[in-house]
Each structure stands twice: as structure tokens, then as C-alpha cells.
């Protein structure tokens, strides 16, 4: 009876774990908090936990399968967005309710989705950014002389971004010297005539930056009710947004 | 306009591979992009700047959902490459620039246009999906 019991429980922990890996995966690559919900509570369900709750704010999971069990915590400290990977756990957590796949079978894939690296090398990122901002620098009615310096500061730009973030761990400083960076370029390279509007090319140069998904996604979970969620998304695209408009406000200060 | 066709399109697709979307979903983003953009681009000239936003935002949700349902990855993807030409970001930079530079009045305003846009980009996902569960519903 006693070993039984213990049977039961330790499989339920096993399952709040898979699911909580779930969740921990959608979150920290930008899943909406409903969808993370969602994918939890379905997960559980399919493995014979059919009254899971979940709490999941931009910071913390809670997750419990039933009255009797505890409930557990995941901290998340750090966000990005990354669409494989929400995909992938999303494919994952269809194929277990569809029973194509065992729970062991789901934990080993979510494992390796889990220690995945992001799936295009970091000169790819660097050109797709280049190429954004040069094409938002377009699009924002700059003219075809403002894309090409909004190509070299976008890219210039982002490749900070990405070797401050791994150098330096305070949150918003690499935003703050990115964006002060390619304040400082575009100053100079209309300064000295390789482009006509500043204000075009810092507005296109800074798009790859700025946290304008994340706005949307704030007011989004407002309006599903997750006003946690969406009341600190809403202080993290503006603490982001701050970052830049500082950066790029110090260079315009200084000249 | 055709500058405008094929930037929106490289920008959405672009912006897509930053946000590590799978591969073979890139073509895809950048053409919901583009239609996004093109669209409010085109209602921009006559309407109000937060129903052009909205009713693209539409279009472009409706045509994610249809893009999920065949290529089955989640809504999110094709959506994200879909709005990101019309996502504020650009209006958040000029308010917090504004801002720094103690230009409170004009930060205000972009800063509440904004929010506002965002608004209408959320509402307008919102309510494709809503049409889509709709419309899925009468189907069964």
C-alpha cells in the first residue's frame, strides 16, 4: 500500500516537472503567458491530470496537479524571444495529447529543445539585423542614401547588443551603450555627408532594439486578464524603451 | 510603392530570423508583413492611424491563422513577422527620446499614441482569433 502510494507520487512529480519544463521553455523563449498556461494544464491532462492549475507571470511559474500534491515553483530570470523553440514544445505538447508520444519520450525532446542554441550562426542575426534597419530606414520614409549608413549602424548596433549582453550582466546596459553606439555613428556619418536624415536612420537603426513586440504583448495579456503579466511586460518595454531613448539622447546631447 | 513592397517584405523576414523563427516559416512572415504593411500603408492615407493599424492587424491575423492551420506551428510565429512593421517601436523610442531630452508634452503624445497602436495591434490579433474559432466552430 505504502509503496503503492509512493509509486503515484513520485510519477505526479515527474509529471509537474515535464510539465513545468514546458512552460519554462515558452517562457523564456516569448510565449504568450496564456499559451504557456494553456500547454501546461493540456499537458497534464493528457498524462491523467485533468485538474492542473498553473500560475505563470513573465517571472514565475506555479504549477500543481491536484489538491494532494504541492505545488512547485520555476524562476525565470531571463527572457528572449525565440519562435523555434515555442514551436517545438508546441509540436511536442500536441503529439502527447494526441498520444503519439510517451511522457518519457516528451521529456527526453523537450531536454533537447531545452539545450538547443539558436538556429542561425550570430553573422546571420548581424545581417538580418543590418538589413531591418536598413529597410525600416525605407519603409519609415528615410530615402535609399539613408539606407546604406542604416545598414552598417543597425548591424554595428545589434552586434553590441549581442557581445555586451555576454560581457556584461547588469540588465539595459548593452540596450543603453547599443543605442548610444549608433547615436554616435549616425551623428558622424551625417557629419560628414553619407547621410541626409539622422532622425531616419536612428529610428530605423534602433527597430532590431526596441521592445515593440513586447508592448503589444503587454496589452494583449491586459485584455486576457493577465494583469500581472501584462503590468510587468508592460515595465520591462519601458525600462528597454528608457535604455535606448537615453542612449541615444546622450549623443544628442553632447553635440 | 514597389520600394515599399520589397522592403516590408526583407523587414518582416529579417526581423523573423532574430526571433529565431524556423526556417521554412521566413517566406511567409515576410509575406504577411508586407500585406500588413502595404494595407496600412493604403487605409493610412484615408483613416485614422489607430483604425488603419487595427484593420491590418486584422488581415494580417487572419492570414496567420490560415498559415498555422496549414504549415501546423503555432499562430504566433507568422503573426509576430505580420505586425512587426506596424509595432510602435519606433513611437516608444521617440517618446523616451523625448523624454531625456525634457521635451515632456511632445514625449506624452507619442508616448500615448503608442499605447494606443499597441492597442489596436492586440485587439486586432484578438479579434482574428476570435473570427477564426468562429468560423471553426460553424465548420464542424
Not at chain 1, 172 to 187: C, K, P, V
Not at chain 2, 7 to 30: D, E, V
Not at chain 2, 119 to 127: D, K, R, S
Amino acid at each position: 500500500m505504502d509503496s503503492t502510494s509512493n509509486n503515484i507520487n513520485t510519477s505526479a512529480h515527474d509529471i509537474i516537472d515535464l510539465c513545468l519544463l514546458a512552460g519554462k521553455i515558452m517562457l523564456q523563449s516569448g510565449a504568450e503567458t496564456y499559451r504557456v498556461e494553456d500547454t501546461m494544464t493540456r499537458m497534464a491532462a493528457a498524462l491523467g491530470f485533468p485538474g492542473a492549475h498553473s500560475y505563470v507571470t513573465p517571472t514565475i511559474i506555479m504549477f500543481t496537479t491536484s489538491r494532494t500534491e504541492p505545488v512547485k515553483l520555476f524562476r525565470i530570470a531571463e527572457r528572449t524571444t525565440d519562435l523555434q523553440k515555442v514551436s517545438e514544445v508546441n509540436d511536442i505538447s500536441r503529439r502527447l495529447s494526441e498520444r503519439q508520444l510517451s511522457a518519457a519520450e516528451a521529456r527526453e525532446r523537450l531536454g533537447a529543445v531545452d539545450d538547443s542554441a539558436h538556429a542561425y550562426p550570430i553573422w546571420v542575426q548581424i545581417a538580418a539585423a543590418a538589413l531591418t534597419g536598413a529597410c525600416f530606414t525605407v519603409m519609415f520614409k528615410g530615402s535609399l542614401w539613408d539606407a546604406l549608413p542604416a545598414l552598417l549602424v543597425s548591424g554595428l548596433g545589434y552586434a553590441a547588443v549581442i557581445y555586451l549582453h555576454r560581457l556584461v550582466q547588469v540588465r539595459f546596459f548593452a540596450e543603453f551603450s547599443a543605442s548610444f553606439l549608433i547615436g554616435l555613428i549616425t551623428f558622424f556619418s551625417v557629419k560628414f555627408g553619407i547621410g541626409q536624415e539622422m532622425d531616419k536612420i536612428i529610428i530605423g537603426s534602433v527597430m532590431p532594439l526596441v521592445p515593440g513586440l513586447l508592448i503589444t504583448n503587454a496589452v494583449r495579456d491586459l485584455m486576457a486578464g493577465h494583469l500581472v503579466s501584462g503590468l510587468s511586460k508592460g515595465a520591462d518595454a519601458f525600462l528597454t524603451a528608457f535604455a535606448i531613448g537615453t542612449g541615444i539622447g546622450l549623443v544628442l546631447s553632447l553635440f | 510603392m514597389i520600394l515599399q513592397l520589397i522592403t516590408s517584405f526583407i523587414a518582416a523576414a529579417t526581423f523573423c530570423i532574430l526571433f529565431n523563427a524556423p526556417k521554412r516559416a521566413l517566406l511567409q512572415c515576410g509575406f504577411a508583413g508586407m500585406v500588413g504593411w502595404i494595407l496600412y500603408l493604403q487605409l493610412e492615407k484615408e483613416l485614422d492611424t489607430v483604425i488603419a493599424t487595427f484593420a491590418a492587424t486584422v488581415v494580417v491575423g487572419v492570414i496567420s491563422q490560415f498559415f498555422a492551420r496549414y504549415y501546423k506551428m503555432p499562430v504566433i510565429i507568422f503573426s509576430v513577422g505580420g505586425i512587426i512593421p506596424m509595432v510602435p517601436g519606433g513611437l516608444a523610442y521617440d517618446a523616451m527620446r523625448n523624454f531625456v531630452e525634457n521635451d515632456n508634452n511632445q514625449a506624452i503624445q507619442y508616448a500615448v499614441q503608442a499605447l494606443l497602436l499597441s492597442g489596436a495591434i492586440a485587439t486586432g490579433l484578438v479579434l482574428s482569433e476570435v473570427l477564426g474559432q468562429m468560423l471553426r466552430r460553424k465548420a464542424r
